[in-house]
């Protein structure tokens, strides 16, 4: 690797090298191997980079890590405004921190457990209708999610028919949260919110729009 281009790799890699010189050293990775491993071997880094910006990682990051990360996006400006091209030692501090953020990063993309309560409407007259529910506590309130589905057995003469969920609170008031429309065989998932917080809520069910009869009903 000539000396010329010994220290653009990482320069090249995180956008710190000027047009002309970006222009100039992939004309020379066209014909140079040396350079063109040098730069595959840092791929990985403008990845973490990319995932740095994000508030939420920054501070994920800040909990678990030594927080490089504002001192490094320094020093990437100041060589772009310096047109300077010595920040190998920079990318590979990022390299080395990417290990851990891959760790933290990955976190809340694996953490899909779903949260809040899961609760089973039960039948209070025989139906083809059944359905669940999920109560998530929210800082304003709860967010309620209905997975609602109407018996794939039922036969093709039946019709769709509409159905509302209503949420009973502590004194006993009934409020309509919800409604929709379900045709035998067919799941539908509405949602819904309430200012109401996860303790004050004592019941949850679902009624015949037409006829307002209850037809699935959980209490708390």
């Known amino acids: ?5 010994r220290e653009w790799d990482a320069a090249y890699l995180v956008g710190a090298l000027p047009a002309t010189d970006r222009r100039e050293y992939e004309e020379h990775l066209a014909t140079c191997a040396e350079c063109s491993a040098a730069v595959a071997s840092l791929t990985a880094v403008p990845a973490a980079l990319a995932a740095l910006p994000s508030d939420q990682a920054l ?7 030594p927080n490089l990360l504002p001192g490094l996006a320094r020093k990437v400006q100041e060589d772009r405004r310096r047109r300077r091209f010595r920040v190998g ?11 851990g953020i891959g760790a933290v990063i990955a976190v809340p993309l694996v953490q899909d457990k779903p949260q809040g309560d899961y609760v089973v409407l ?6 083809k209708l059944s359905a ?6 929210e800082r304003w309130g709860t967010t309620i999610e209905i997975s609602c589905r109407y018996d794939e057995l039922a036969t ?12 009973t609170d502590a004194s006993g008031k009934a409020q309509l949260l919800a409604t ?6 067919t799941t539908v998932k509405p949602a819904a919110t309430t200012k ?25």
């Open 1 to 5: 690797m000539s000396d010329k281009y």
């Open 59 to 65: 501070v994920t990051v800040a909990t678990t890590t």
């Open 89 to 99: 030692g920079m990318v590979a501090a990022v390299a080395a921190v990417s290990i």
């Open 122 to 127: 039960a039948q209070t007259v025989a139906s």
């Open 132 to 137: 669940d529910a999920r109560l998530v506590p």
């Open 156 to 167: 093709p003469s039946e019709r769709a028919r509409g159905y509302e969920l209503y949420l």
């Open 180 to 185: 929709w429309t379900a045709a035998p065989g």
């Open 196 to 220: 109401l917080q996860r303790a004050e809520i004592r019941a949850l069910d679902i009624r015949s729009s037409e006829t307002g009869r209850i037809l699935l009903a959980v209490h708390f």
